[in-house]
């Protein structure tokens, strides 16, 4: 048993490399007809040094994949100011631009520095202004980072560019095992990198609440296992090997404990494990299949899907009355819960008319609305700050991830340059 | 099975071969031929015994191959179909006959969550193991493993390739 929770060897399957990943770019399909246009100039660049990415683009490409703002094109532009006094307000109303973003790019030493002004170009005022400064390796950080910065000061709500991504990408070998990979990129999908790579099936990738750490369930012994790994080191641990099933990892919200699905006992029920000491508690206990759960960000009691009335529903288990009740009531298939961070918004797969589709219920009205119309639509994940959902679908016959925001209006595609892709996972916010 | 009929081949020769020795010594030759004779006709009973015992197997194999490994399986259900009944059957009477270990794969069509279809692929699986289990076969031979929809034959959608993917495969330990 010792050996079931020793360290595995890093280096054995959890290789860091760029090469064959599966690049994934963003396709915008529909935009909300309220967005607000924005005219974003290419930041000044002053000094040798500097990085090759055009970071006034990046923070265009966060902005426009909200949905709630409109970047103008720069060939529209009839001027390219980088400071307050080359600002003519009338040359920004005459493109109908409401707001303007301007910014500079130096080098302070070893780091980068990017200092950026906001304009409200109808009131002719400056709305904010602010700096970013990092390594130049982490350039495309800071420039969602000053995406954030916009997005709060013009919507209320904090941004969530600057996240990252999990997902698991296939490549098929015809005849052959699939070639199965962890891959984590930014939210924009720049920057993947393979976190692990495995001709075994791998699956339901989740964060650790500090956003340092994944864990996942393997197939890579032949049987499934769930694993965590630290991010910065490569550090992998077993947490299971359990007959049957081990499946369908969630982090609570303090971090402390893993809800996890494992059929050892017979069927699918749902457990937590104590991290700290391995101590397994079996919470849901019942015949049928009980499997997904999910933590309400209380960490008081879990979402999970269960077949127990026929057909799978969600259900709520309170931890501290021990008791069950159906969350889901319109449908015959609603399953995998992921629940919004202010524990109003629950995202599920939802069957209707033959298709999956992902589908919202607000728990406070009860009102179930799609947010799809494609067909396979599954394994929904809302950004930290509520505002999208990444989900996986077909498209063209190959999975890929496609985003929606959580009132509907805007849609975008994540699709990968190859293979299939699918699960994604928003992080949590991450600390600087 | 095959080292095991070598096995009691091999008993059989050590056999007769320590009748031989044993008569080697005796004092009439009658006796010593009486003995050879039914040691020879014992061997011939076994031997007729085992081509017998061989060629059953074989046609308990041949009927399994024909029926195939692979059982499937209606949408969301793990409930034998008639067919996949049939196709076990023939697999139960062979498991009767040899010692082999067997591992039971689950697996489902794309449609639904993933974990879902896990635990639906080890339904799958176990349901195939329960009804050989109460057919007279050790639970202790067989092994499951539930690959959800993470392990299609069929790529691509449509009932024609879900249809294939809904299924439990036999396969050697």
Known sequence: ?432 | MKHLSTASKTVALLFSAALLVACSGSDTKEQDEAAAAAAAAAAAAHSAQQAEDAAQLARLEEAAAQVGNVFYFEYDSSTLTPEALNAVNAHIALLHRNTENIRLEGHTDERGTREYNMALGERRANSVRDYMVANGISSMRIETISYGEERPVAYGSGEANWAENRRVELKPQ
């Open chain 1, 1 to 432: 048993m010792k050996r079931l929770f020793a360290v595995l060897a890093a280096t054995l399957l959890a290789v860091i490399a760029t090469g064959a990943t599966a690049q994934i770019s963003i396709v915008i399909d529909e935009g909300n007809r309220d967005a607000t246009p924005i005219a974003i100039v290419p930041f000044a660049r002053q000094g040798a040094g500097l990085p090759a990415e055009d970071l006034a683009e990046i923070v265009d490409g966060d902005l426009a994949r909200s949905g709630q703002f409109l970047p103008i094109a720069r060939e529209d532009m009839l001027g390219r100011p980088s400071v307050e006094s080359e600002v003519f307000y009338r040359d920004w109303r005459a493109i109908n631009a409401r707001y303007l973003l301007i910014g500079r790019e130096s080098m302070s030493g070893p780091q980068l520095r990017v200092d950026y002004e906001l304009f409200d170009v109808t009131s002719q005022r400056k709305v904010f202004s602010g700096y970013e400064a990092g390594p130049v390796s982490e350039a495309r950080m800071l420039a969602h980072r000053v995406a954030d910065e916009i997005y709060e000061h013009l919507t209320g709500v904090r941004g969530a560019f600057a996240t990252k991504l999990l997902y698991i990408s296939v490549t098929r070998v015809p005849g052959g095992k699939d070639y199965s990979r962890l891959t984590m990129s930014d939210s924009d999908g720049a920057r993947p990198i393979v976190l692990l790579e495995t001709q075994e099936p791998l699956l339901a990738p989740t964060w650790s609440p500090d956003g340092k750490e994944v864990a996942y369930v393997s197939f890579e012994t032949g049987r499934p296992a769930i694993y965590r790994q630290e991010l910065a080191t490569g550090r992998r641990q077993q947490l299971t090997n359990f007959k049957g099933l081990n499946g369908a990892p969630a982090w609570s919200p303090d971090g402390k404990t893993m809800a996890m699905t494992l059929s050892k006992d017979g069927n699918p029920d749902i457990y937590l494990m104590d991290l700290a000491t391995k101590q397994l508690t079996q919470v849901v206990r019942h015949y049928a299949i009980d499997t997904e759960p999910t933590w309400m960000p209380d960490g008081q009691s879990l979402l999970f899907t269960s077949d127990r009335g026929g057909k799978p529903q969600i259900y709520r288990y309170d931890l501290r009355t021990g008791k069950t009740e159906r969350v889901t009531h319109e449908g015959n298939y609603n399953a995998r819960a992921r629940v919004s961070q202010d524990g109003r918004s629950v995202v599920m797969v939802h069957q209707q008319d033959g298709r999956f589709q992902i589908a919202v219920l607000d728990l406070v009205t009860n009102r179930l609305t799609p947010l799809t119309s494609t067909e396979l639509d599954e394994s929904p994940s809302i950004a930290p700050n509520g505002s999208m959902v990444l989900y996986a679908t077909k498209y063209a016959e190959r999975g890929i991830l496609a985003a929606v925001a959580v009132d509907g209006d805007a849609k975008f595609r994540l699709p990968a340059r190859e293979g299939d892709v699918r699960e994604p996972a928003w992080s949590p916010y991450l600390s600087r």
